[in-house]
């Protein structure tokens, strides 16, 4: 199971990671539209279509890499002061209620929706440059067999949680932003700016007179 789980984890950080570098494409491609359509007035016909495919792709294939680190939401302010046993009891129920059905419902949707798509090699019907769409919908099947396959990874900790009582830790390649500034000792630069500085409180009997010396 911890063979597994580790082939899941890097399976899933693999894809998170290479489409990850959509946001890239889509920042460039976006910033490029601003820039011909108000200094140029001469607006480009594919800019819609390209960020809202690159996002959705990013967004989707994400999924399982955010699955494998624990970065999904839940309810923490309850589930954080159970015990890990009874953590991993709850999860590994809910996983088979909820997380695989919706997952193969989402890859058999996701199936008989590209392929009708393909069928006719559908093109965008939001911009008149046509541009092709038919692949942006094989991502739905791509990310829910990677959610599939994540999620076995997730039974399986699960079950290694029941045995041991202890959560098998995921990679840690990503962390909060206030997890890194905690660790550093550095929150306190949230709290205020440079021009802002706390000063210490004084009694008024303390106060110093305007010649420097205390009363």
């Known amino acids: ?30 910033s490029y539209e601003v820039v011909v359509r108000y200094l140029f007035s001469a607006p480009t016909a594919w800019a ?8 959705g792709t990013m967004f989707m294939m994400a999924g399982a890499y955010t699955l494998s680190r624990d970065g999904h ?15 991993a009891a709850v999860e590994l129920v809910l996983y088979f209620i909820f997380f695989f059905p919706g997952v193969t419902a989402l890859v058999l949707a996701g199936w008989k929706y590209a392929a009708r798509s393909f069928r ?50 995921a990679a840690e390649d990503v962390e909060e932003i206030e997890k ?17 500085v706390d000063l210490p409180f004084l009694h008024p009997d303390n106060q110093p007179d305007r010649d420097g010396e205390d009363r």
């Not at 597994?4 to 491609?29: N, Q, R």
């Not at 008149?128 to 039974?155: D, H, M, S, T």
Request: charged share 15%; glycine share 6%.
């Open 1 to 30: 199971m911890l063979r597994y789980i580790a082939f899941a984890d890097e399976l899933s950080a693999w894809f998170g990671k290479v489409f990850a570098w959509s946001v890239v494409i889509m920042t460039l491609g976006v």
């Open 48 to 55: 819609f279509d390209l960020s809202y495919m690159l996002y």
């Open 73 to 87: 939401v839940r309810g923490d302010f309850i589930y954080r002061l159970w015990r890990p046993r009874v953590q």
């Open 120 to 169: 006719y090699l559908e093109v965008s019907s939001n911009s008149p440059a046509g541009i092709p769409i038919f692949q942006f919908k094989a991502v739905i099947v791509a990310a829910g067999i990677l959610l599939f396959v994540q999620g076995i990874a997730q039974v399986f900790r699960c079950v290694v949680c029941l045995r041991t009582g202890t959560w098998p830790r």
């Open 180 to 196: 890194v500034l905690m660790e550093a000792k550095t929150l306190d630069v949230l709290h205020h700016g440079s021009e802002a």
